[in-house]
């Protein structure tokens, strides 16, 4: 099965102005290897105003089905700590042109891989939502957000915590009908950049995509004739180009 290969939820939230912040995360598949424990993420803001970011952090679980749901993070045993990714600081003030990042944090065991989608949501800054900035500095940004119409854009990754013992074991299967990546290690693989072309007319291509192998999933690529298929095979930090041809 494939974990999630598309750029993930876009959300907005309509509000009254002209000119507003412009959040990007970067990329959106980010993987916190087994000798890490934390993980620096940067948010850029292209928009002319200041973005007051919230970070929410959900895990996704996968089930032995090919079904997934996503669920709020549970405490370790009887402390308050959570156990899976945190966002430090969970709130972020990114100026206008400028960049700020969060630090992303591991906590609990690593004996099998974790996945979470973090979310950046950009928000008008309420009393709640913990900015340490005054009253007066709110109502002159609700202020300077008065006229017109914006849209507040918030975006999404996929964050993928690879286990302790990070064991990579691919295993290919070549027949005359598909070409398989089996994953029989204990981390996800991925086989980037699949492009699926005419041989005669190479121009002549479907779209291009990414694909995550979980451990003991298989990805295959059906095989038709006059067609050629290349991709990057990524085991952690060891890319190899792979080509394959429809007989």
Request: charged share 20%.
């Given at each position: 099965?494939?974990?999630?290969?598309?750029?993930?939820?876009?959300?907005?939230?309509?509000?009254?102005?002209?000119?507003?912040?412009?959040?990007?995360?970067?990329?959106?598949?980010?993987?916190?290897?087994?000798?890490?424990?934390?993980?620096?993420?940067?948010?850029?803001?292209?928009?002319?105003?200041?973005?007051?970011?919230?970070?929410?952090?959900?895990?996704?679980?996968?089930?032995?089905?090919?079904?997934?749901?996503?669920?709020?993070?549970?405490?370790?045993?009887?402390?308050?700590?959570?156990?899976?990714?945190?966002?430090?600081?969970?709130?972020?003030?990114?100026?206008?042109?400028?960049?700020?990042?969060?630090?992303?944090?591991?906590?609990?065991?690593?004996?099998?891989?974790?996945?979470?989608?973090?979310?950046f949501i950009p928000v008008v800054p309420e009393k709640e939502d913990e900015f340490a900035i005054s009253k007066e500095e709110v109502s002159e940004y609700k202020?300077?957000?008065?006229?017109?119409?914006?849209?507040?854009?918030?975006?999404?990754?996929?964050?993928?915590?690879?286990?302790?013992?990070?064991?990579?074991?691919?295993?290919?299967?070549?027949?005359?009908?598909?070409?398989?990546l089996r994953n029989n290690g204990n981390t996800v693989i991925v086989a980037d950049e699949l492009k699926n072309c005419a041989i005669n007319t190479p121009t002549?291509?479907?779209?291009?995509?990414?694909?995550?192998?979980?451990?003991?999933?298989?990805?295959?690529?059906?095989?038709?004739?006059?067609?050629?298929?290349?991709?990057?095979?990524?085991?952690?930090?060891?890319?190899?180009?792979?080509?394959?041809?429809?007989?």
């Open positions: 099965m494939k974990l999630i290969s598309a750029i993930l939820a876009v959300w907005c939230i309509s509000l009254s102005v002209s000119a507003g912040p412009n959040i990007n995360i970067g990329t959106v598949f980010d993987y916190m290897d087994a000798g890490q424990s934390s993980y620096l993420k940067r948010i850029y803001n292209g928009g002319n105003s200041t973005a007051f970011v919230r970070v929410s952090i959900l895990e996704i679980i996968y089930k032995a089905d090919g079904t997934s749901e996503e669920v709020p993070l549970q405490a370790q045993g009887n402390s308050a700590v959570r156990d899976g990714l945190i966002a430090s600081p969970a709130r972020m003030i990114v100026p206008s042109r400028g960049n700020q990042g969060t630090r992303l944090l591991f906590k609990g065991a690593r004996d099998k891989e974790r996945y979470f989608r973090v979310r202020k300077n957000l008065s006229a017109g119409v914006n849209v507040l854009a918030g975006y999404g990754s996929i964050f993928i915590v690879r286990p302790a013992n990070a064991r990579f074991d691919t295993k290919i299967e070549d027949t005359a009908q598909q070409y398989s002549e291509c479907q779209p291009v995509t990414m694909n995550h192998i979980l451990p003991g999933r298989v990805f295959s690529i059906k095989k038709e004739a006059g067609r050629q298929y290349r991709f990057t095979l990524i085991e952690g930090s060891v890319k190899k180009d792979i080509e394959v041809r429809g007989k």
